[in-house]
């Protein structure tokens, strides 16, 4: 049987991203990951599991929908750029972080040069 991450888990992987800034613009029940003022993580604390969105390249998001049972489209965002796993369902925790790391890549990515210099972004391990 594969083990899950626990949504304690998730809140401690994303907290340690980089840059990374918690949040909560959307009310307790949601605790928002952001770098550079962009978010990439979005943990539901609603509910005994929760789930977590996570940014994603379309084409990934599509592959990964189709391969892992706990991968669907964006929960209230952008379907086709969002993901939402759900942490109730079992998951290889490797996949897990290859989709948080993901998702705070493309933020990063998405950055100026002037936010990536003011986080010394280029300078993370």
Known sequence: MVKRWSRDDVLRYCEQQWGAVEDYPFGDGVAVYKVGGKMFALVNLDGPDGFVNLKCDPDLALELRDRLDAVRPGYHADKRHWNTIDLD????????????????????????????AALQLDDAP
Not at 90 to 110: F, K, N, Q, T, W
């Open 89 to 116: 369902v079992p998951l290889d925790p490797d996949d897990l972080r290859e989709m948080i790391d993901h998702s705070y890549e493309l933020v990063v990515a998405g950055l100026t040069k002037k936010a990536r």
